[in-house]
């Protein structure tokens, strides 16, 4: 039978669900291939064995044969007899590379600071880091799982009450709306970070005259 066959009375809908804003149904977004695609995808993926069959490359991350590879130990044994002038120059790169680390992490330590102190720096601006689910009333929400008369008390709560996310994933298991424990959930973000102009996060405003204010007390 062939992929035509498979799916001709049949849809699929491909996602990425990882990051949490992905959940959101109102953002997902969804790829319906058609039998075409699949079977684009087959001669393509033909070719592609055939192509990369002799040389190491990005295609080889997920390869679960890696580790015993001919061509990849080949590689790791031609690095282990490099010559001496490459090691001294590697060592030289690799002194560089870890001053270079600390001064990069240093700059955008700076350009942070600067930026949640009101100053714009072109390019870039200044957004919340993800934000992780939290109750905003542990006690209340642990009421409210009681009264969906779904769960034995081991199925939401450790020493303390499962988070968020946690009690998620029971619901599902349960089958049960986890909109009834909308009230009783806040996002809080860890801060803020600096990101590109084409971030999709919102900017934040940063009001300069409360920071000025809070300055002058401080000194």
């Given at each position: 039978?062939?992929?035509?066959?498979?799916?001709?009375?049949?849809?699929?809908g491909?996602?990425?669900i990882?990051?949490?804003?992905?959940?959101?149904?109102?953002?997902l977004?969804?790829?319906?291939p058609?039998?075409?695609?699949?079977d684009a995808?087959k001669?393509?993926?033909?070719?592609?064995?055939?192509?990369?069959?002799?040389s190491?490359?990005?295609?080889?991350k997920?390869?679960?044969?890696?580790s015993?590879?001919?061509?990849?130990?080949?590689?790791?044994?031609a690095a282990?007899?490099?010559?001496?002038?490459?090691?001294d120059?590697?060592?030289?790169?690799?002194?560089?590379?870890?001053?270079?680390?600390?001064?990069?992490?240093?700059?955008?330590?700076?350009?942070?600071e600067q930026?949640?102190?009101?100053a714009?720096?072109?390019g870039?601006k200044?957004v919340?880091?993800?934000?992780t689910r939290?109750?905003?009333?542990?006690v209340?929400?642990?009421?409210a799982?009681?009264?969906?008369?779904?769960?034995?008390?081991r199925?939401?709560?450790?020493?303390?009450l499962?988070?968020?996310?946690?009690i998620?994933?029971?619901?599902k298991?349960?089958?049960?709306?986890?909109?009834?424990?909308?009230?009783?959930i806040?996002?809080?973000s860890?801060?803020?970070?600096?990101?590109?102009?084409?971030d999709?996060?919102?900017?934040?405003?940063?009001n300069?005259?409360?920071?000025?204010?809070?300055l002058?007390?401080?000194?």
């Amino acid at each position: 039978m062939n992929i035509s066959e498979l799916f001709k009375t049949r849809g699929l809908g491909v996602a990425i669900i990882q990051p949490t804003p992905s959940r959101d149904t109102e953002t997902l977004k969804v790829w319906c291939p058609t039998p075409d695609d699949f079977d684009a995808f087959k001669r393509d993926y033909a070719k592609s064995k055939t192509a990369v069959g002799t040389s190491a490359g990005d295609h080889c991350k997920f390869c679960p044969g890696a580790s015993v590879c001919p061509i990849k130990t080949g590689d790791a044994q031609a690095a282990s007899v490099a010559d001496p002038h490459v090691l001294d120059q590697l060592s030289e790169n690799l002194t560089l590379a870890l001053s270079l680390k600390e001064w990069i992490k240093s700059v955008e330590n700076f350009a942070h600071e600067q930026m949640e102190q009101g100053a714009a720096v072109e390019g870039f601006k200044l957004v919340q880091k993800r934000a992780t689910r939290k109750w905003s009333n542990p006690v209340e929400a642990e009421e409210a799982i009681r009264q969906t008369k779904k769960f034995k008390v081991r199925d939401f709560t450790k020493s303390t009450l499962l988070t968020p996310p946690q009690i998620e994933k029971v619901f599902k298991q349960k089958g049960v709306d986890m909109s009834v424990l909308e009230g009783y959930i806040v996002k809080q973000s860890t801060g803020t970070t600096v990101a590109t102009v084409d971030d999709p996060r919102d900017e934040i405003a940063v009001n300069v005259n409360a920071l000025k204010a809070a300055l002058d007390r401080s000194q």
